[in-house]
């Protein structure tokens, strides 16, 4: 199910970061009228543009289609020369922490420097970054300049290694391959379906009350994984709520499914292991 190779793994991780880097740092260069807008500025700018659901193709690519493959990656590390009989010997849940453990920190760091090279492309190839001159109305997390940039950069990153935790707690219930790498996707898909779908269901319940509409559509975007590495970003227009709400929401909604189907793991792999026990037979 998984790659079966390192060097391949890597060589699709290489590809992916090169595609992510040329194609969305060489379309976002094909719109200077902003550089009227926001002079001085330009650089750190293009940045949170770059980062954020105006993008939509680079949250796509970088989110949904890279997080199955770096899960692959990582369970050949943690598997390479692990047999399946050791499970019987140690703790399933033991084991499952190990995955998780190493799925975050794999999505931090994959992530974090993804979003140091941009800033670096940006400074030196395109136009200076240089937070202490950005100024904007949009702070969603702080109104100092550097420390708002930091505080996104390093969420955006954990943000991206829950988002591979979940991925890979997922992993363990699909059998099939291709359903495998197209999980990204579909989670998105059903988020983007369930996010409006309920917000429409809740509004025409208060339709009296219509005003409310916009807050209950903010309430509700927890549900939406993009949130998870665009905190604050993704509902800019419906931003009733910071960049905190935005960004702990959807962590803490995500983090209950990581639990949930750890638990459904872990009570799964039990029964299993009592039918080994009755029947003498060891299931994989």
């Known amino acids: ?70 899960v692959s990656a990582t369970f050949f590390q943690i598997q390479k020369g692990f047999s399946n009989f050791i499970l019987l010997r140690i703790s399933i849940q033991d084991y499952l922490k190990r995955v998780l453990i190493k799925s975050f920190s794999t999505g931090f760091i994959f992530f974090l420097i993804l979003q140091i090279s941009i800033i670096l492309y940006l400074h030196f190839f395109y136009e200076s970054v240089i937070p202490s001159l950005f100024i904007s109305t949009e702070m969603y997390f702080s109104r100092n300049a550097v420390l708002e940039l930091l505080i996104f950069v390093l969420l955006s990153s954990a943000g991206y ?48 009350y219509t005003r409310r509409m916009i807050p209950i559509r903010s309430l509700l975007s927890f549900m939406v994984p993009a949130n998870l590495i665009t905190p604050g970003t993704t509902f800019p227009l419906e931003a009733h709520y910071t960049g905190w709400y935005s960004f702990t929401s959807t962590a803490l909604f995500f983090t209950l499914l990581i639990y949930l189907l750890y638990r459904l793991i872990c009570s799964r792999y039990k029964y299993n292991r009592i039918r080994c026990i009755e029947h003498s037979i060891c299931v994989p």
């Not at 040329?22 to 001085?40: A, C, K």
């Open 1 to 70: 199910m998984f790659t079966k190779s390192r060097k391949n793994a890597f060589r699709y991780l290489c590809c992916y970061s090169i595609l992510i880097l040329s194609t969305f740092l060489t379309v976002y260069t094909n719109y200077p009228s902003l550089e009227n807008s926001y002079p001085g500025d330009y650089g750190i700018y293009a940045f949170y543009k770059m980062t954020s659901m105006d993008m939509l193709l680079f949250v796509f690519t970088a989110l949904f289609i890279i997080a199955p493959l770096l």
């Open 161 to 208: 290694g829950i988002f591979l935790m979940f991925i890979s707690t997922l992993s363990m219930l699909i059998k099939n391959e291709y359903i495998f790498y197209s999980t990204g996707v579909l989670v998105q898909i059903t988020s983007m379906l369930l996010y409006p779908c309920t917000g429409a269901v809740i509004v025409q319940q208060l339709e009296p």
